[in-house]
């Protein structure tokens, strides 16, 4: 499994494509940089790059799902609305499809966030609305997050 770790800010170009840092492309012990990716709509108004092998899990849970319950044909079929495999470039590049775009609310810039399993893509507005910055406010969240062992 890749670990994505970091927060980096670059450019969207006019054709929708962004640069995946080196330090999420060179993952592990890996010794080639990863070259391929699966991207698909995240949660909270992001767009999820995954590593080949990491995606498969995914799949794996998508396909499990039961084609009965209407909310698991509804979570399945818009999760994947505007995936796809993407290539990098040799300039280290991804191309974001449109959809994907709007559905991050994608300008000129990409925050590109490791969330160890996973890159998470944000607008640099919606990744800043969704963080906790406020100490006290980051110690309860990890209290109720992360429960108490006693």
Not at 51 to 63: G, I, N, P, S, T
């Amino acid at each position: 499994m890749a670990t994505f770790l970091g927060t980096e800010t670059y450019s969207i170009d006019d054709k929708n494509r962004v640069v995946v840092p080196a330090g999420m492309r060179h993952v592990g012990e890996r010794k080639t940089p990863l070259t391929q990716f699966v991207m698909m709509r995240g949660l909270d108004g992001c767009v999820w790059l995954y590593a080949q092998e990491d995606w498969k899990r995914l799949e794996d849970l998508l396909q499990r799902l039961s084609m009965g319950p209407k909310a698991h044909r509804a979570f399945a079929r818009t999760a994947l609305v505007g995936a796809s495999k993407v290539a990098v470039d040799k300039q280290g590049r991804i191309t974001i499809s449109p959809s994907l775009m709007g559905h991050a609310g994608l300008g000129k810039e990409a925050v590109l966030h490791g969330q160890v399993g996973r890159i998470e893509i944000w607008s640099p507005e919606r990744f800043q609305s969704g963080l906790v910055t406020e100490s006290a406010d980051y110690d309860a969240l990890a209290e109720k997050v992360l429960g108490d062992d006693e």
